[in-house]
């Protein structure tokens, strides 16, 4: 299992997925503190002439701001680095090959699965970590507990969208086939959450931990309003394992 860990992180090390992904998660820990910092001084610089009253910023919106675009553009950067973990080997032949060896096919799933998730919990957490720092120097502390939460809000769902994304890649045959309809699934959940927040729903819904990203930050929600939404987040992402897993284990290769 080890020797699989080992070659599934640096191929995908080498092949710059993973560190897109990284570098993306850095690029906004870095960028949206002083971005907030100086956004009236950046406005009022490409509106001259207009006067323009902004009201200052908060160290909780710099953070917001890193949780969402990470949330966001951090997402489709993880779309296409995982859409084709198990559909590019199956079009090549490799898995095919691996699985000639004194391997099985749920190990084969377990050691990708691991790995992602891994570089998933390990990127966020820094990214977390450097912008409240940064954001810290700049601007003011946030709750150490409130930025805790809203980074485990976004570890759950970013795990979320990257299980659907090698469910597709495991159970289709191609990756563009796999990352076309994660990126769907992606836009559909945001469009359905515009009707499901405002119900009851809310409460067991995904898209909700994203919502409560600023509420959490803000310090105007806790832990209780999303542990529902948590606990289906998660629920959902192991009965997609599941199901990639059983289609897997049945599939002809």
């Known amino acids: 299992m080890k020797a699989l860990l080992m070659k599934e992180f640096k191929w995908n090390w080498r092949s710059f997925r993973y560190p897109a992904f990284l570098l993306v998660v850095l690029f906004f820990a870095l960028l949206d503190p ?123 769902y970013t795990i979320f969208i990257a299980t659907i994304a090698f469910t597709f890649s495991t159970v289709l045959k191609s990756p563009l086939q796999a990352g076309g309809l994660t990126v769907g699934v992606f836009f559909l959940s945001g469009i359905l959450n515009l009707f499901v927040s405002k119900t009851a729903a809310a409460n067991f819904y995904p898209n909700t931990l994203l919502g409560q990203l600023k509420p959490l930050i803000d310090g105007t929600s806790g832990p209780a309003d999303i542990v529902g939404p948590l606990a289906i987040t998660m629920g959902l992402s192991v009965l997609l394992i599941a199901l990639a897993g059983i289609c897997f284990s049945r599939m002809e290769l």
């Open 34 to 156: 002083p971005m907030m910092k100086y956004i009236n001084e950046i406005i009022g610089y490409f509106a001259e002439g207009f006067e323009m009253v902004m009201p200052d910023p908060t160290p909780g919106d710099a953070f917001v701001s890193y949780l969402s675009d990470v949330s966001q553009i951090g997402l489709f950067v993880l779309i296409f680095v995982i859409m084709g973990s198990v559909s590019r080997e199956k079009e090549s032949g490799i898995t095919g090959w691996m699985l000639s060896k004194p391997i099985s096919r749920w190990q084969y799933l377990a050691a990708k699965l691991l790995v992602h998730y891994a570089v998933i919990i390990f990127g966020l957490l820094a990214g977390s970590t450097l912008a409240y720092l940064y954001t810290m120097s700049l601007l003011g502390q946030i709750p150490l507990a409130e930025a805790l939460w809203g980074t485990a809000a976004l570890i759950a």
